[in-house]
Nanobody, 123 residues
Framework: QVQVVESGGGLVQAGDSLRLSCAAS????????MGWFRQAPGKEREFVVG????????YYADSVKGRFTISRANAKNTVYLLMNSLKPEDTAVYYC????????????????WGQGTQVTVSS
C-alpha cells in the first residue's frame, strides 16, 4: 500500500502561482511513477502531468505545458507541482496518484490516490 496526501491548494488570482505537494508513505516511494490529475465540477478527471520513478522523464498535458512543472524528491517521499500563470480554467480539485509501472495519462491505471486539494483561480 502507498498512501498519498496532497496539500498546497487554495484560492488565487489569474496569473498567480501555486505549488502543490504530494507526500507519500508506505512502500518504497521511488519504485512508483507519479501523476497529477484534476477534476472540475461536472467534468471528467483530466490528466495533468506524470513523472517517472526516477524523475528523469515527464509528460505534460498540452493545456499546462510551459506553465506547470512537476518534480520529485524521493528522499523526502514527495512530488511537487509548481503551477505558474494560473488561469480560471485551471480551477479544479487536484489529485496525486501513484502508478507501479509508468506515468500513464489514463487515470484508471493508477493504483493509489490522494483525497485531492482544491485549486480555485479567480479572474
Amino acid at each position: 500500500q502507498v498512501q498519498v496526501v496532497e496539500s498546497g491548494g487554495g484560492l488565487v488570482q489569474a496569473g498567480d502561482s501555486l505549488r502543490l505537494s504530494c507526500a507519500a508513505s508506505g512502500r518504497t516511494f521511488g519504485n512508483y511513477a507519479m501523476g497529477w490529475f484534476r477534476q472540475a465540477p461536472g467534468k471528467e478527471r483530466e490528466f495533468v502531468v506524470g513523472i517517472s520513478y526516477s524523475g528523469a522523464n515527464t509528460y505534460y498535458a498540452d493545456s499546462v505545458k510551459g506553465r506547470f512543472t512537476i518534480s520529485r524528491a524521493n528522499a523526502k517521499n514527495t512530488v511537487y507541482l509548481l503551477m505558474n500563470s494560473l488561469k480560471p480554467e485551471d480551477t479544479a480539485v487536484y489529485y496525486c496518484a501513484a502508478h507501479s509501472t509508468y506515468y500513464s495519462s489514463n487515470w484508471y491505471t493508477y493504483q493509489y490516490w490522494g483525497q485531492g486539494t482544491q485549486v480555485t483561480v479567480s479572474s
